[in-house]
């Protein structure tokens, strides 16, 4: 009697590009450690441990994929997330990003990007994306890509949305100088991230693309602020605080000075949700 094929899910097969996603992840985990980093999640459960799927998160800082990638280290899902095409640019970084099968999303030309994420998809692949194109200055969530919405309708994948607050402490973009500059890498220890995993959803194939880009806009606003208001993000009684944001009582760009520092695509859908009055 032949043995039944057991197939190993396409992300969880251990190829030399494994290899380099699991060594990039233990430099990651070292380095968070040598920090004293502590990172909390949760809803991780959302998230199937074999499959497709979409994770769908807000952005606020350069190093968000760590701690999205760390929170699923116990899923076992290794995420291809769609990054800035200019991130393979520097000196030795494309290699390792081409190895561990992460997307260059070229903003002027999007659909190669489009079509690699849909073809990771249709191997049983996890794909990350920000569908703010972007770090929020404001540390709300901005304008969104419609993006999401259109791989989700065209592939039947279910989408999980997160939330990501506390990464904008370590290298985040908001301002750290009287001149509005960033300084890049904050090693102040003890750093507290928080993520946190939503329900799947299905796009159904007769959404309208916008409207429910809109819906996932309300959606991750409601896990960000849910995040921003829990006590070991507030900021004390009189702190300067300018990674919090300003309509709950912080330092922030508001929504309106962000506009300037913002880079969204033309095509973006503009804000219906999150605060509209700064």
């Known amino acids: 009697m032949r043995r039944p094929t057991l197939r190993v899910p396409a992300d969880r097969?251990?190829?030399?590009?494994?290899?380099?996603?699991?060594?990039?992840?233990?430099?990651?985990?070292?380095?968070l450690a040598g920090l004293a980093v502590r990172t909390r999640w949760e809803g991780a459960e959302h998230v199937p441990t074999s499959g497709?799927?979409?994770?769908?998160?807000?952005?606020?800082?350069?190093?968000?994929?760590?701690?999205?990638?760390?929170?699923?280290?116990?899923?076992h899902r290794r995420v291809r997330f769609m990054t800035r095409a200019d991130v393979w640019d520097a000196p030795g970084?494309?290699?390792?990003?081409d190895a561990m099968g992460h997307i260059p999303v070229d903003r002027d030309a999007p659909a190669a990007a489009y079509l690699r994420a849909r073809s990771l998809l249709r191997q049983g692949h996890a794909v990350g994306v920000f569908p703010e194109a972007g770090i929020s200055y404001s540390l709300t969530v901005r304008g969104l890509m419609r993006?999401?919405?259109?791989?989700?309708?065209?592939?039947?994948?279910?989408?999980?949305?997160?939330?990501?607050?506390?990464?904008?402490?370590?290298?985040?973009?908001?301002?750290?100088?009287?001149?509005?500059?960033?300084?890049g890498l904050d090693r102040t220890r003890g750093r507290r991230v928080d993520v946190v995993f939503g329900e799947p959803v299905l796009v159904p194939p007769t959404a309208d693309l916008t409207e429910w880009t809109r819906w996932l806009g309300e959606r991750l606003t409601g896990m960000l602020e849910g995040l921003q208001g829990q006590p070991q993000h507030r900021p004390r009684p009189g702190e300067w605080a300018p990674w919090y944001p300003a309509h709950l009582g912080g330092d922030a760009l508001t929504r309106a000075q962000a506009r300037e520092w913002d880079v969204l695509p033309r095509s973006a859908v503009q804000p219906t949700w999150g605060p509209q009055d700064c």
Request: aromatic share 8%; charged share 20%.
């Open 93 to 97: 970084v494309g290699p390792v990003m």
């Open 13 to 31: 097969v251990r190829t030399p590009a494994d290899l380099t996603y699991r060594l990039v992840n233990g430099i990651g985990r070292t380095a």
């Open 147 to 183: 993006g999401v919405a259109a791989l989700g309708r065209e592939t039947g994948v279910p989408v999980v949305p997160a939330a990501i607050f506390g990464s904008q402490r370590i290298y985040g973009v908001w301002p750290l100088d009287e001149d509005g500059r960033e300084l």
């Open 52 to 75: 497709p799927v979409i994770i769908a998160a807000n952005h606020v800082s350069y190093v968000d994929f760590v701690f999205l990638q760390r929170a699923l280290r116990r899923r």
